[in-house]
């Protein structure tokens, strides 16, 4: 592995993307072209398009973290990666043509509430019939916390800004279910995380 400088690595990503990889090997085998929104550092996005060549992996983050994704396209480059779109999920999406994919990762719970409703608006408007979201991270169920983990690290997240915040799985089922999103799979994962597959209705 190459010396990747400390502020464009994170160890959760390292950690968990293989387990996420092993989600999304089925649920993309006959996708195209798949949307990451929030790519942050970037390491998932060089992993992901290692390991599914037969789609175009586009990167998406705002424009004060591309300098880091685009250090790992540079570092393991694939030929199905594109370089980061300035995405903001508050405004009118980079996107000229429909998705039949879209991923997020480890983002919702640092969007406050306004954001993620804004998050589900883009993705009913920019995912293709059919077409599949996957969503990785943490989330509140049935009014409470999966781990004291979780706890702690919602407390430390309102610390830095009381915005964010894990949110509820009722209340993103509900906002996926107004884009006409269906649940087809919710898988536990490690570290008190959780894989959320989603299908559009046709």
Known sequence: MLQIPDEYFSKACENNKAPILKQLLPILANSH???????????????FAKHLPHLIWQTSDRPAYHQGIQYWLTSYPSPNL??????DVT???????????????????IMS???????????????????HLCIYGPFNQNGHYTSESNHEFDLRLKQNNPQSGIKALEWIEKLAGKQGLTLQSKEKMPAN?????????A
């Open 193 to 201: 995380n959780i894989f959320l597959h989603f299908q559009k209705t």
């Open 113 to 131: 509430h306004s954001m993620v409703e804004a998050f589900f608006h883009g993705v009913g408007q920019h995912l293709v019939p059919l077409g």
């Open 82 to 87: 594109r370089p980061p779109l300035s995405l």
């Open 33 to 47: 072209k798949v949307l990451e929104i929030g790519s942050g550092t970037g390491q998932h996005a060089v992993y």
């Open 91 to 109: 405004e009118p999406w980079p996107i000229n043509h429909p998705m039949d994919a879209l991923y997020t990762a480890n983002t919702l719970h």
